[in-house]
């Protein structure tokens, strides 16, 4: 029986959804859509396709006079898929969204890192209570699917340590720096130029972006509860090129490296010099973390930390874990 | 609620699992365990680090009249864990074990690959018949929990290719022949003297094992029908270290690569020219698997391929996994 969603975003991730689910039967109908200023219900379903062409003539996914807030409270589904731009400082409003799912008993995926990193034990709490799933793989390292290894596959392990690359703008600025020589001004520069960057790059340059990913695996899979204050927080905006070049010379690079180490409540986010051949030396935009476990011992995992289809395969993957789930069997 | 799980093996897979139980409070409750020779059946538990004591001091787990399959058939469990020694050629005893499970209504967890191999698809019809759960992650890779990874969180991705260094025996005969300069029979002899391989490598060496964990990961989450008879073939047990040496004068060193690109139909294992620096190249005894997918490109996974706790910590993934799901819930 196909899982009924409703997509709540049509930015970078929802079109990489929407363009998966216009070339691939995975059992998933749409039957409502919103962006920032229309929305659509169909208990019928949408055409992803249609949707997609719709978005592109006129900017819009559907009835300027449907709210996103109208569709999350209207719309017949079973998972509200919120993937709405991060607010990583109110979390709105794609906590309330969330909430209204919940209290409708709809489980819900999202890639919004605001909700997870900010009211994580609430809302999970919420979850509890209505019998449903919270899912939020694509709000930590991308297409790498961690928090599903960690919390499920991994179940029986302690984990001792996890260090990771967790954001693709600076591990792209830094292998550049290092690769090129260029300064993190002229870095930096071509990561805007690429896309990579935003024309603001704080977010990520000052390493607000990988702290929050650290205080969504802290809080979710470790079972923690600390916020962006809990960690140590430096950036790689004040790096010199004098630094990365001092590295290189002993066959070594500086990348920003998260770390968490649970039984010392440890939480940093730092420029890290490491040997250039060490697993957590990854290139250009890709992610990757190591975990550090009682059982299985050091696990590594690398994959690309963003990009639309990326991100969608994430969403993807929680929208059929539920359905698998609770469709019950195998 | 706990979970109850009788427990068929005791070797270093069986072993691995009760010294975790022993050590953490999983929820698992033991409520049934044979070896070769013996067996016990308690409704009330039988407590691990007693039962792993008794195994020291007399060699046997319980009682010498019963039997693993009385076991299977009586004792009072949720989910058969059979971790008993691999027949690759009759899948036995092992396969008749699970099947009774099975008709119990019982899931199934195995780090068995004979069953798998042999039977996935008999077996898997079994399951969903009986509406039960077999898992088997332990039988791929080790602690890498590659099977659930592509299973379920890479679910709305079709698998382009994947590369994988699956045995953890050659993998170190390969490293030590590259970093010492080893003949490929002074390398296996050490492997064999530090417990890596076999008395009678041949399982290994001449890529059995490897082409085996193919089969179930072509049969398993690639939804194939193939058999060891599809796959190309070759092992390291002719490699000379003249090759090697040749490889390592142009940076690049040899490693015995599992190959499988599911459009073309092509299944192959043999040792490849790699460069030194490739994420392929992983040291000693490690495993690591590329996958190539359409939407989330290409993600890496390394980490040990075998040992006690680390494959326990995969049949303890599994077991948690179907605890979780049959609970219903988060």
Redesign the interface.
Known sequence: MPVRIALIGTGAVGK?ILK?LSE?D?GIVLTGVADSRSGDIRGEGIVPSDLLKRKKETGLCGDPSLHAQDVVQNAPYDILVEVSPTDATTGEPATGYIRTALSRGCHVVTSNKGPVALHYHELKQE??NA???LRF?ATVAG???IL??LG???????IKALYGVLNGTCNYILTRMAEEGLSYKQALDEARTLGYAEADPTYDVKGIDAAIKLVILANTVLNRRISLDDIDITGIDLLTEEAIRLAEEQDATIRLIGEIIPEKNLYRLSPRIIPR?H?LVVQGSLNVIIVR????????????GA?S??T??????D???IR???A???
Do not use: C, Q
């Open positions: 990489g998966a691939k995975l979850a509890d019998g449903v799933s793989e297409a790498i699917p599903h290894t499920e596959s991994l179940g029986g392990n302690t051949y697993p476990t009682d059982l299985a011992g050091d696990l590594v995992f690398s994959g690309k990009g289809l990326e969608a395969s994430a969403v993807l993957g929208i059929l874990s698998d789930r609770y019950g069997g195998n």
